[in-house]
């Protein structure tokens, strides 16, 4: 028993030292002026203003990284906005999380538009993407829905989830306009046939598994991460095949916020570890090919926007900060 303390010593030792940085990106961050507020989800429009959410003070706002000023715009007393998206218009929407509704924000001069949920049950909008024809597919966590908003009637579709408690989290669209969705409450993805609205559930290979954020690469393989025990997970429809890779962190790693680049490279951040560490994988070799450390900690990455005319990753953090990554 005399040699527990040591031997213990030295195995943090050696798991510490097969975490350092590996060929790190370019990392900036942006203090938010307004403090504590989880800025999130950011969005990058047309005149290259990088959008977000205050989840914790009910605005958006943008950040002009030309010269590091930002604009705020409020949303209302509990608006709880989860996530935003902007249009080729300029038009700003969002989820407004705690208040049943998708909104439309327009900048010019500071209106908003509200899209109440048709269904009581669908308290919690969470995540909005833009399919090909410009309408908006979006999860529902807590209500356990999917839904689509269709700009041309401007109403609201909602489709339930048949797993009790499913939690519809991330969401992302392929080059078909198909919807994919994982489902944090349980260990499924799940998709949505655009033509009939019907979903289908797809159960993962281990039923500990609880995926929170997915990309689809250009060949459309679905792409996802498990928060609960640390890996990074590959689905392919046509053959309905998985495959796996332990995270760099480990089963403690929580990986949450990801992207997928230009190049189908897939980024993400593990927000398990102090610092959070954003890492890139490379489908074609299997491998991960950097870690950086997020220098201000990160405290929790989560949520990632690529924007492909910089070769940029996005991120807001729980330190109160809007980040921007230049990948290789």
Sequence with gaps: MKYAFPVLLLLLLAAAAILPEKDPVEITEWPVPWEE????????????????????????????????????YELGEGAGPHNLIVAEDGHVWFAGNR??????????????????????????????VFDSHGDIWFTVQGGNF??????ADTQVHLIPVPTSGAR??????????????????THKLATVDPETMTLREIPLPREEARPR??????????????????????????????KEWPMPGGEGSQPYGMASDDEDRIWFVESGSDPNRFVGFDPETEAFFSITDIKSGGGTVRHMYFHEPTRTVWFGADTNTIGRARIP
């Excluded at 914790?56 to 000023?69: H, I, K, M, Q, S």
């Excluded at 998708?102 to 909008?125: C, F, N, Q, V, W």
């Design 37 to 72: 507020t989880r800025p999130r989800d950011p969005y990058v429009d047309n005149q290259g203003r990088v959008w977000f959410v205050g989840q914790r003070a009910d605005y958006a706002a943008y950040l002009n990284p030309e010269d590091g000023t930002f604009k705020r």
């Design 99 to 128: 208040a049943a509704y998708i909104g439309k924000l327009d900048p010019a001069d500071g209106k908003i538009t509200k899209y109440p949920m048709p269904d009581e049950a669908a308290r919690d909008p969470h995540t909005l």
């Design 146 to 151: 999917v839904g689509k908003f269709t700009m």
């Design 168 to 185: 519809p989290y991330g969401i992302k669209i392929d080059a078909n306009d198909r919807p994919w969705i994982v489902l944090f409450g």
């Design 213 to 242: 954020r997915l990309e689809v690469t250009s060949d459309g393989t679905v792409w996802y991460v498990d928060y609960a025990q640390g890996r990074l997970g590959r689905y392919t429809p046509a053959d309905d095949m998985f």
